[in-house]
């Protein structure tokens, strides 16, 4: 048997979307810019995928613009927030993804805008009072804030975060890309300025998202090269990539009620059965699974001699589970995220993750092994 249990690193492509794809490989090979018919055609499917897109997350189709994926969306908000919005101070928290969280580094050592860490706590929960402080002392910065953190589960409450960057006139990105195609997430209900996304992780494609920018804000191009999505983003898009993003993110929408609850109760279990199977297991951030990331549990294991090799003998199992950042997936390597809650070092951070094919069974399994490999 082999679980996949690491569904916030990536998850398996779903056969819809890989129909809706092959059909655009075998049909669409036309360059969406070009005049003709088979050009037209091809930009006919790449406008249709982003008006779907838009509608989902309640934005205008002008308000998308398609990326290699979530890094590139960070990437593109933060970076042209400094360059042509005039941004000099971005608030951020500690646990944010690297695509933040060092992208906004780089800026501060090139002394092109200041980083604020705002505060937060055990379990990972932002600190709003210290956000408004900071928000208060630097009005007009850029707030990074991140829906979901990919190692913990645990969520910020996007809509009180943009309120506060509204009094302060601060604008607000937020890294969605662990909530997209797992919750309803509407731009303007929450009132975002730039949103990231990305596919492979609500089984989609890898090497495809977009960016979400507000209308009102008006940016420049990362590269330099064609005009392509109105001059946002140069190069020839990924029409089979976008189509597939298109696809899973409409069967996730359609399906997000029965795969939240599903997963919701397969999180339940998972830690109902680790805390009655391993002594010592505590659960590092928020772990309710109505106000966290359902798709996320994060164990934290005592001091034992198989934890050094843990992920390999899980693997050995046939459990896949991840031990540091999605993106370090594979690697019992250092985690700035459990760094930053003061997770004790002898202690190991096993991340299991959920998505729409696991199932009960799977469950059952994994806790046998780690139990298994625990005692051994
Ligand atoms: C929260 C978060 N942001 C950004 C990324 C990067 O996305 P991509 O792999 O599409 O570049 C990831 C991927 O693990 C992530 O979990």
Redesign the pocket.
């Known amino acids: 048997m082999r679980v996949y249990l690491d569904n916030?690193?990536t998850t398996p492509l779903d056969p819809e979307v890989v129909n809706s794809m092959t059909d655009v490989l075998s049909n669409y090979y036309g360059n969406p810019s070009a005049q003709h018919s088979i050009g037209r055609s091809a930009k006919g499917i790449l406008e249709t995928s982003r008006r779907k897109i838009a509608e989902i997350i309640g934005a205008s189709s002008s308000e998308i613009i398609f990326t290699s994926?979530?890094?590139?969306a960070?990437n593109l908000a933060i970076r042209c927030s400094v360059n042509d919005l005039g941004i000099q101070n971005i608030i951020t928290s500690p646990i944010e993804?690297h695509?933040?969280l060092s992208t906004i580094e780089e800026l501060d050592a090139k002394g092109l805008a200041k980083h604020h860490l705002v505060n937060i706590s055990a379990k990972g929960e932002i600190d709003l009072a210290h956000l408004e402080e900071l928000a208060s002392k630097y009005p007009g910065s850029l707030i990074c804030i991140?829906h979901a953190n990919?190692e913990l589960g645990t969520m910020a409450d996007l809509k009180a975060i943009s309120e506060i960057a509204k009094k302060h006139n601060c604008l607000f990105h937020s890294?969605t890309?662990?909530t997209m195609g797992h919750f309803d997430i509407k731009v303007n209900e929450i009132g975002l300025d730039f949103l990231?996304c990305?596919a492979?992780?609500f089984n989609g494609p890898?090497g495809v998202?977009f960016l979400y920018i507000r209308n009102n804000h008006k940016l420049k191009p990362l590269f330099t090269g064609g005009g392509q999505e109105k001059n946002m983003r140069a190069g020839t898009e990924n029409i089979p990539g976008i189509v597939g993003l298109a696809k899973a993110l409409e069967v996730s929408t359609a399906i997000m009620k029965e795969k939240r609850e599903k997963l919701m109760a397969l999180k339940s279990l998972m830690m109902e059965l680790i805390q009655n199977e391993i002594p010592g297991v505590t659960f590092n951030g928020v772990t309710d699974p109505d106000k966290s990331l359902y798709t996320v549990l994060n164990v934290s294991i005592p001091e034992n001699n198989a934890n050094e090799m843990l992920l390999f003998k899980l693997d050995i199992e046939g459990v896949c589970a991840s031990g540091g950042?999605?993106?370090s997936s594979g690697a019992s390597k250092g985690s700035h995220v459990l760094a930053a809650i003061n997770h004790p070092e002898e202690r190991t951070g096993l991340r299991f993750s959920f998505g729409k094919y696991t199932t009960e069974d799977e469950i059952r399994y994994a806790v046998e092994k780690l139990k298994k490999v625990l005692s051994e």
């Open positions: 916030a690193a994926g979530g890094t590139e960070d993804h695509a933040v991140m990919n890294d890309v662990q990231a990305s492979h992780k890898k998202g950042s999605a993106c």
